[in-house]
Nanobody, 129 residues
Framework: VQLQASGGGLVEAGGSLRLSCAAS????????MGWFRQAPGKEREFVVA????????PYVDSVKGRFTISRDNAKNTVYLQMNSLRPEDTAVYYC???????????????????????WGQGTLVTVSS
């Protein structure tokens, strides 16, 4: 199984980036997908998740209204559209796949790294002020 994240880069505050995470050797439509991020000197934190069908998308409060997660099961890819970027969004962004029963996952376990079976390698997003 491989999750390949891409799309990171350097952007000015207020700008936009679109991250992608392509999955291989995985029954993609059977997995919920999540994005996490790790800022310099900080622990990795949950950003957003999407259910295997795309119908549920819980976000961390700090990105609501600015970030949008989506997925294309035909392409085995999940996306993170990031708008109105802020310097505090600077981090390495990781995608992850979770095969958890929906009631358990959406009761809150989507926030926990332990819920995820597979992880991508991370892509760096740097937002300059």
């Amino acid at each position: 199984v491989q999750l390949q994240a891409s799309g990171g880069g350097l952007v000015e505050a207020g700008g936009s980036l679109r991250l992608s995470c392509a999955a291989s050797e995985l029954t993609f439509s059977s997995y919920h997908m999540g994005w996490f991020r790790q800022a310099p000197g900080k622990e990795r934190e949950f950003v957003v998740a999407i259910s295997w069908g795309g119908g549920r998308t819980p976000y961390v409060d700090s990105v609501k209204g600015r970030f949008t997660i989506s997925r294309d099961n035909a392409k085995n890819t999940v996306y993170l559209q990031m708008n109105s970027l802020r310097p505090e969004d600077t981090a390495v962004y990781y995608c992850a796949a979770a095969r958890t029963a929906p009631p358990t996952y959406f009761s809150g376990s989507f926030r926990s790294e332990k819920s995820y079976n597979y992880w991508g390698q991370g892509t760096l997003v740097t937002v300059s002020s």
